[in-house]
């Protein structure tokens, strides 16, 4: 029963933001579970490199793209689509961040993490949802996992106003999307992750010991914390959960 409730072989991937940090710990935990994974990043090198690593545990391809731009969307989608008939997991996790004093925070610094962090991963996910509504049913749903941060939960001291309002948008647009695809036997979900060691969280990386004080679980998070979140959202184990955002971050948000 347990085995099956969190079987995912033979299934469809498509993970953003795939080649380094988060993503990559996603990847990972999807290909070594029997998923097919396409795994795209704006560094085509570094996707290609990982998809060939990944590709000595499972099935790997590499699919570089550019998300902050539109047409790199389309071509993105256009490319899974020629590969593949279906989607079955949806995983948003391409994103940015900007630090910036209050009184000096510019419009670049503005721009470039709201257009990445919310508007690609809803045009993303509305190009992409012809392909995961070819593999949903009702006995197997389509999943669409967002990667938020606890920084959209929570209050950060460092100055990322950008990003703290993109990471909350994109809590709340998980809730409205989980709404609306529902009905076409698609569950969204967010994770929200805290402390992982990766370019994006430097501190988390470079300053363990220190970071991990704050964390009430005493350490920061392990590449199987994430993977095996989003294996649990992921399969038939997840389907009840709809529009939910789980905190990943060893009890910060709800324990500190």
């Not at 499972?58 to 008939?85: F, N, S, Y």
């Amino acid at each position: 029963m347990l085995e099956k409730l969190f079987d995912l072989s033979g299934r469809v991937a498509l993970v953003t933001g795939g080649s380094r940090g988060i993503g990559e710990m996603i990847a990972r935990g999807l290909v070594e579970s029997g998923v097919k994974t396409y795994i795209s990043s704006r560094k085509g090198e570094a996707c290609a490199r990982l998809a060939d690593e990944l590709s000595q545990h499972g099935e790997c391809i590499a699919l570089p793209a550019d998300l902050a731009q539109m047409a790199e969307i389309d071509r993105l989608v256009a490319e899974l689509g020629e590969r593949e008939q279906r989607l079955d997991i949806l995983i948003n996790n391409a994103g940015a961040a900007w630090g910036e004093a209050y009184d000096d925070f510019t419009e670049g610094g503005w721009d470039k993490v709201m257009n990445l962090n919310l508007k690609s991963v809803f045009f993303l996910t509305q190009k992409c949802t012809p392909l995961l509504r070819a593999a949903a049913t009702p006995q197997r749903l389509g999943k669409i996992i967002n990667i938020a941060s606890i920084d959209g939960i929570r209050v950060p001291d460092m100055e990322t106003y950008s990003y703290v309002a993109s990471k909350s948008g994109l809590i709340h647009l998980t809730r409205r999307l989980a709404k609306r695809l529902i009905k076409d036997n698609i569950a969204v979900t967010a994770i929200a992750p805290g402390a992982f060691a990766s370019d994006m969280n430097r501190m988390a990386r470079d300053q363990q010991a220190q970071v991990s004080q704050w964390v009430p679980a005493g350490r920061i998070g392990r590449p199987e914390d994430m993977a095996g979140a989003v294996v649990f959202l992921a399969s038939r184990a997840g389907d009840y959960i709809v529009g939910a955002t789980i905190a990943v971050d060893g009890g910060v948000t709800y324990a500190l």
